[in-house]
């Protein structure tokens, strides 16, 4: 199963489920609300390999 880190909003990772859908895989989104700057909480940090948003 793929992990997909998601903001709602944002068009990549909408094109990401949509490729994923289209793809026939199994994945699962954990929502990431970019405002309240969960991305750079230490939750988030320790389940990604890399900091940086793309």
């Given at each position: 199963m793929i992990t997909l880190y998601d903001?709602?909003?944002?068009s990549a990772t909408y094109r990401a489920?949509?490729?994923l859908d289209l793809a026939g895989q199994d994945?699962?989104?954990v929502p990431v609300n970019l405002p309240?700057?969960?991305?750079?909480?230490?939750a988030?940090?320790?389940a990604i390999r890399r900091a940086p948003l793309p």
């Open positions: 903001r709602w909003r944002a489920r949509t490729a994945w699962a989104t309240r700057a969960e991305h750079e909480g230490d988030h940090l320790a």
